[in-house]
């Protein structure tokens, strides 16, 4: 882990609120893991003055598999999320990482569930491309991406050239059927009992992806999205509840962001 003065590549409006910015990045990043996180700030921000998180969309790669840098996706919430979004090639970031423990995939597991949130889908490109590259049979499974709406379905595109099937609602019905997606999730789930299942998105969804999975004993892990301050366990504003009294509270940032599904509380 380590700070960095990047410089933008690229910055790509995706339509609705999202952006795909591509920043150069250090070597070490080669070795990053899909679900790690980065975070970023703007050169000379005194407001906000700190960091805020963003996973690692996809390694950029030269043809010969040299890492040129890594990209991002970025929905426009607030303060810095905007200023990236008016972001140009040449400017650039201060970003520090890779930060945090990725999806760890136990060996064995070929059928694997994916589900994606909004922006939820930004660390599964990056995952999907891992598995690809460990000669996964990609066809055998799933990405489940939901959205509020159809400008909220991102990178269908590049999953698809993965030859991932994938399955899309909208709680509007403007793309895909008209629900949840954890409601497919559930009745594939049913069906094809996946080996896994490993998800990103709003903690509700999280919630209830990990009740699904541990109704059917299948493993889980679930990516976190809370506050983050500082992203290296210094300011103790990213702990949720452990299931485990002994294990008290855990630290998104460096237990996490990705965690099995069975060690977090979720009603607190
Ligand atoms: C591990 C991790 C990975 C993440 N990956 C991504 C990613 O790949 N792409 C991405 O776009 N975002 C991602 N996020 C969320 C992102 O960090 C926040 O959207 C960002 O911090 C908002 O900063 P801001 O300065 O624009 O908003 P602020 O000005 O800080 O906040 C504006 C308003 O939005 C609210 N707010 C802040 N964060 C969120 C949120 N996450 N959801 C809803 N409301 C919020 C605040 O409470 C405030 O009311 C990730 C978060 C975590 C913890
Ligand atoms: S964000 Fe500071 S301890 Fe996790």
Redesign the pocket.
Known sequence: MQIDNATILWNQPLGGT?YRIGITVSAQYAYATPGQ?VMLRLPNQTD?LLR????I?RLIESENGILQGIE?????????????SFCQPGDTVDILGPL?HGFSIPSGCSRIFMAAGG?GV??MLFLATSLFKKKVDLSRCILFLGGRTKSDILCQADFSALNLPIIVTTDDGSMGDQCLITHPLEVSAGEQRPDIILACG?SGMLACVAGIAESMNIPCQV??????ACGIGACLG?AVKSRSPDAGRLH??LD??VLDSRQIDFLH
């Open positions: 999202c996180f906000p805020r998180p963003f996973s969309h991002i996706l970025v929905k426009v919430i607030g303060r810095i999320t905007r200023r990236l945090g922006i930004a660390p709003p990516s976190i999205e809370t506050a983050m990213c998104v940032c996490g962001p």
